[in-house]
């Protein structure tokens, strides 16, 4: 199991019925037990399974789920029919269940034994038409769920069950997710911005305004030998720093010095609200003249925000309270995966023909989990907003690679969730633009996967990891029953464009249905 998700478990609730009597009953749990039992010691699944028994009538399939609803620990429900369960029986319990659901559709035995299978044998192992039976009452039902088709011993069957409980932590994780913002959204700017109220009732999200008159008390509480602790201790240690920045006489010293009482501010502005994730204003940093007052952030938190990150806290810039809530989902859906992850903005392109690639950046934050070398620790002018003040940064291109960078956009009357696989390939040096960078050619092409993108209004922000890929956010999309436009290797343009059209028709005729 993955340390980070030790709090957790899934639940695994097996279906049959009294029908064929009460030692058919104890076969199928002997037989779950053991299935599960299994699937925790193939160490290939990053959540605990917990067998919580067989569900023989419609009583029992309501209180188990009801008590899934009710346990923190519980972030989503596997269920399989091991003999013919009547699917009415299901309905009450699927009904009043919240917690995500997956749908296992596999048997105890791998192959038929076909010189002494008889009719016992038949009544007890019928998940090939018990599943079907269930999977019907869940489409007619249209309760959102995932499907794994397989042998439950298959290290690929293992893998999709293992994909859906990532993403289960990730969402249990965010349905108490407090996102603070220091300053609202960057002025009439139309997609960072969004329907709080909605985000709260569908992702699960809750979104505070912090003004910076609530930020001071928690500045005025740092002391100094925290401050300078963490930069000889930590910011010395953990980057390149160049010899300048290290003179406690210089300017950049200062700065950094700066900089590293910022980041502590943060962190304890976060730790006391019990928050998960926030966003910045270039404009909302305190007293005007703080030179003179000494009262607010001398420059842009950016040091703070890139090394946050790689601690989990969720972030967008210019009040992007989306990608904030959304990579906070991103890294911990991640936690064990190779890679790193980080938000990233679209900066500019190089038009190269086949091999035509984006500049992604952003002014300061970038995580520097996908970083290729050790970051270089600088400190440079930023003439942006309302601080145009030497600023500090962590500076570095990215490693090469595969992955999936995703945007969650409010329509309007819904949300829809839009993810590229992207490929990430050598970047040059910027001697005069000393930022984190990354440099990737979206699949399957440039112009498809750039043209699909704006086509679906895809935000300039976005969350990365090299870990996830398409198969976690439909999975996350099903969770939260929002719209998914995926885009790959397989993506045809003008599909696409139809499949916009009719997920307009869909989820209209959705809300409907259920």
Known sequence: ????????????????????????????DGHSKEMVEGLNNSGN?????????????????????????????????ITWMHTFSPAKMWIHGLQILRKPLLH??????????YDTMDMDFMNLNQSAHGDREYAHILSRLRKPRKTVIGYWKDEKTQGHIAVWERVCAGWADSQDMLILRFGDQMNNVAVTDGDKVAAEQVLGYHVDYMPF?????????????????????????????DATIKDEKSEAYKKVW???KAELTLRAVMKAKGAKAFTTNFDDLGDVNVEETG????????????????DGFGFGAEGDWKSAALYRTVWFMSQGLEGGTSFLEDYTLNFDGENTSILESH??????????????????????????????????????GHGTTATVVDMGNRFRLIANDVNLIKSKPLPKL????????????????????????????????????????????????IECCIINKDTDIERFRQDLRVNEVYYMLNKALR
């Open 1 to 28: 199991m993955i340390k980070a998700f030790e709090n957790f478990e899934v639940w695994f609730v097996t279906g049959a019925q009294l029908l064929y009597g009460g030692d058919a009953v104890v076969q199928v």
């Open 45 to 77: 699944l990053p959540v605990k399974v917990v067998y919580k028994g067989t569900a023989n009538s419609s009583a029992e399939v309501a209180d188990v789920m009801a008590k899934a609803n009710n346990d923190k620990k519980c972030i989503g429900v």
């Open 104 to 113: 296992l559709h596999t048997q105890y035995n791998q192959q038929i034994p």
């Open 213 to 241: 008159s609530e930020v001071m008390p928690f500045f005025d509480a740092i002391k100094d030998e925290e401050v300078t602790a963490l930069v000889k201790n930590t910011y010395f240690n953990d980057y390149q720093v």
């Open 258 to 260: 700066n900089a590293a």
């Open 295 to 310: 009262r607010g952030f001398d420059q842009i938190p950016g040091l703070a925000s890139q090394r946050m990150m790689h």
């Open 363 to 400: 002014m300061l934050e970038v995580c520097p989990d996908i970083a290729e070398e050790k970051p270089r620790l600088e400190v440079h002018f930023l003439g942006i907003g309302i601080r145009k003040s030497q600023t500090a940064r962590l500076v570095f291109t990215t490693k090469q």
């Open 434 to 481: 000393p930022v984190a960078s990354a440099l990737w050619i979206p699949e399957p092409t440039f112009e498809v996967g750039v043209g699909c993108w704006m086509n679906a209004g895809g935000t300039h922000h976005s969350c990365f990891s090299f870990g996830l890929t398409d198969e976690y956010w439909r999975d996350y999309a099903e969770i939260a029953d």
